[in-house]
C-alpha cells in the first residue's frame, strides 16, 4: 500500500511540474517571433517591391504594397493583413503576390501589419497587445480613407483580425480567415488534452465569441492536411455566420503548405465571391 502511494504521489508531482511548466512557459511556446533592426526592415521591405509602412510618429507598423499611400488608397480598395505566430510580416510578401493577381476584386492595396515584439517593433507578444496595436493601425488607416477594408488574419492572426472586426465592426468590408480556429483554448486542449488549459491559458483568441454580431461576407480558407489546426476547429465559425460566407479547402495542403497563386482554385474562387459581395 506504501509503495502504490509513493508511485501516485509521484505521479501526481510530475503532473503539477507540467502544468506548472506550460503555465510559465506558454507564450514561448505560442509565439516564436523574427527580430531585426529598422533599417534591415527598411531594406528588405524594398527588396519585397514595398515600402515601410510607418505611424504618424514614425514607429513601424509592418509594411505596404508600392503606390499604398494616403492618395493612391482612395481609388484602390486596401486589405490589412495579419500573420501567423512564426516569422514576421516581412515574410508574408505572398499576401502582395496574392491580392495583386485578383483582377475581379481588386487589385489591392496590401498593408501587412507587424506585431509588437516581431521584426522592427519593439514590445513583448501577446493578445492584448496585439489587439490594441492593430487597432491604433486600423484606425490610422481609417484617417486617411474612411472605406472599409478587407481584413485577412493567418492562424493566430484570424484571433487578431476577429477582434478589430469586433472592436471596428463599421470599418470592415469583408473578412478572410486562412487557417483559423473558433478559440486558442480549443486548439491548446487538441495538442494538450491531458492539461487544465481553460485554467491555464492567458491568451486565448476567442473568434466564435468576437465574430458572433459579424454579418458582412466571410471567406474561410483551411488546410485538408492541417495537423496544427484541424479543420474542424474552423467549422463553428462558419456555422455561426448568418451572412455571405464561402469556404475554401486546399485538400492536399498542410498548416504550411497552402499555396497562393491567384490564378490556382480556390483563389479565382475567392476573387469572385469578393467582388459580388463588395458592397
Known amino acids: 500500500m506504501k509503495t502504490i502511494l509513493t508511485v501516485a504521489a509521484a505521479i501526481c508531482i510530475v503532473y503539477l511540474l507540467l502544468i506548472a511548466f506550460y503555465a510559465v512557459m506558454q507564450r514561448s511556446l505560442i509565439y516564436y517571433p523574427t527580430a531585426l533592426s529598422s533599417e534591415q526592415a527598411k531594406q528588405q521591405a524594398k527588396v519585397l517591391g514595398g515600402a515601410p509602412w510607418l505611424s504618424r510618429d514614425g514607429h ?85 480613407n474612411t472605406s472599409p477594408l478587407l481584413i485577412i488574419g493567418e492562424s493566430i492572426g484570424s484571433g487578431v ?73 474552423a467549422a463553428p465559425l462558419l456555422e455561426q455566420h448568418q451572412g455571405p460566407a464561402l469556404h475554401e479547402t486546399q485538400i492536399h495542403a498542410d498548416h504550411n503548405g497552402l499555396h497562393f497563386e491567384p490564378a490556382r482554385s480556390p483563389w479565382p474562387e475567392v476573387d469572385r465571391f469578393l467582388l459580388i459581395n463588395r458592397d
Not at 491548446?188 to 487544465?196: K, Q
Request: hydrophobic share 45%.
Open 161 to 233: 483580425a476577429t477582434e478589430l472586426v469586433r472592436r471596428r465592426p463599421d470599418a470592415v468590408r469583408a473578412l478572410m480567415l486562412i487557417t483559423p480556429f473558433d478559440s486558442l483554448a480549443n486548439v491548446a486542449r487538441h495538442h494538450m488534452p491531458y492539461l487544465p488549459v481553460g485554467l491555464l491559458l492567458r491568451d486565448r483568441y476567442d473568434n466564435l465569441a468576437a465574430l458572433r454580431n459579424y454579418q458582412n461576407p466571410l471567406i474561410v480558407v483551411t488546410a485538408g492536411q492541417d495537423t496544427i489546426v484541424p479543420t474542424t476547429l
Open 60 to 144: 513601424w507598423l509592418g509594411w505596404k504594397t508600392e503606390g499604398a499611400t494616403a492618395s493612391s488608397v482612395a481609388n484602390r480598395p486596401r486589405a490589412l493583413v495579419f500573420h501567423g505566430n512564426a516569422g514576421m510580416a516581412l515574410n508574408r510578401d505572398y499576401y502582395a503576390d496574392l491580392l495583386s493577381g485578383f483582377r475581379a476584386s481588386g487589385p489591392w492595396e496590401v498593408y501587412v501589419f507587424e506585431y509588437p515584439g516581431y521584426g522592427p517593433r519593439e514590445g513583448s507578444p501577446g493578445e492584448a497587445a496585439f489587439s490594441a496595436a492593430a487597432v491604433q493601425a486600423m484606425d490610422e488607416l481609417l484617417q486617411q
